[in-house]
């Protein structure tokens, strides 16, 4: 994460902070915030975000006006465009006030951002906070991305016990997501072992009934 030429995208609440990837990108420790990347197939620019829920849909009148500009900047962004993207974060219910921001932003972009083709977007979403009972022990997703091979390098992280520990296997980390929604056109790999993308999919009806 630390090699030059990296840009980092912090909390964000405005559209006008995404970060404009030219050659790595990378958040950092993603709790309940929405953040990935989307890419625009036609101009090959790629757009880095790290949505941070509650300066944006915290109560009914901002999640309202924050809906009018993104409406505004996002159409601008993606019209008579095609786009690819990944998407990871959000909480379980296990802390019902921030799944339900969560839920509420990813409405949010879904409604105003027009994905002309959603096979072509990744989805892992609602961290595993079962048994948690302080928000120092969060789970968090950090990512680096790099445009060279077009690949998303992720560690997921979840609190044990009293120990934070590094989700290592294929197991462990489809266990760890309520949703995941694995595009076709991705490849998935644990270390050195490619997945098969239909080990990935999992989500309850009640969950895309929310999301979609």
Not at 19 to 34: D, H, P, V
Not at 124 to 146: E, G, H, M, R
Not at 152 to 179: A, P, Q
Request: net charge positive.
């Amino acid at each position: 994460m630390g090699l030059f030429g990296t840009k980092f995208a912090e909390e964000i609440h405005d559209i006008s902070k995404v970060r404009n990837i030219t050659n790595r990108g990378a958040t950092e420790e993603i709790i309940f915030c929405l953040a990935g990347m989307v890419q625009n197939l036609k101009s090959k620019k790629l757009f880095l975000s790290h949505w941070f829920p509650t300066k944006i849909v915290e109560d009914d009148r901002r999640c309202k006006r924050n809906s009018k500009k993104l409406a505004s900047k996002l159409n601008k962004i993606s019209a008579n465009n095609q786009f690819k993207g990944v998407f990871f974060g959000l909480i379980s219910e296990d802390f019902i006030k921030e799944n339900k921001m969560g839920k509420k932003l990813f409405k949010l972009f879904k409604d105003n951002f027009k994905i002309p083709n959603k096979k072509d977007y990744t989805l892992f979403l609602f961290q595993d906070a079962k048994d948690l009972k302080s928000t120092d022990n969060w789970p968090k997703i950090n990512f680096v991305y790099s445009k060279r091979d077009d690949t998303y390098y992720v560690n997921c992280r979840k609190t044990i016990g009293k120990k934070i520990h590094d989700l290592l296997t294929k197991d462990e980390i489809r266990n760890h997501f309520g949703v995941i929604l694995p595009s076709n056109n991705d490849k998935f790999f644990v270390g050195d072992e490619q997945v098969p993308n239909n080990f990935w999919t999992k989500f309850k009806k009640s969950d895309l009934v929310d999301l979609y």
